[in-house]
């Protein structure tokens, strides 16, 4: 299991104001913060990974996820509206959709999912692996 990630992004506080709104409908809270971290943890006291944000000391490279490192983060859904929702947030938090809400036929169902852009260029998913709505 892995214990947490974390990424860096170039505008910690905006990207606390992005994952502050997208987060908790995908099952966090906030663990902890200070000027130059925060991080999110499963809610509810349940077992999983954590989420670190760090600023970054050199912004000049910009996250790409087509280079070398990492290519996505995908949360877990409840359901097949929660990941609506996660889509809808992200859109009216100015994100861009890679890819709308749906059914993804090449991997193992059930798979529904969505994935966009958080403002840094982040790849994200919002998946569930279940039926139900």
């Known amino acids: 299991m892995i214990g947490h990630l974390g990424i860096n992004v ?3 506080r905006r990207a606390v104001a992005y994952y502050d709104r997208i ?22 006291g349940k077992r999983g990974t954590y989420l670190f944000l760090y600023e970054t000391a050199d912004p000049s490279g910009g996250y790409s996820h087509h280079r070398t490192g990492l290519q996505h983060i995908a949360f877990m859904a409840p ?29 193992p169902p059930p798979y529904y999912a969505t994935f966009w852009t958080d403002p840094h260029g982040f790849l994200l998913e919002a998946v569930c692996h279940h039926d139900r709505e």
């Not at 987060?23 to 509810?44: C, I, K, S, W």
């Open 79 to 107: 359901t097949r509206t929660r990941v609506r929702e996660v889509a809808a947030e992200a859109v009216a938090l100015g994100g861009e959709l890679v890819h709308a809400p749906g059914e993804f036929p090449r991997y």
């Open 23 to 44: 987060l908790p409908l995908l099952g966090f809270e906030t663990y902890l913060d200070d000027a130059t971290q925060h991080a999110y943890r499963p809610t509810d």
């Open 10 to 12: 170039p505008d910690l």
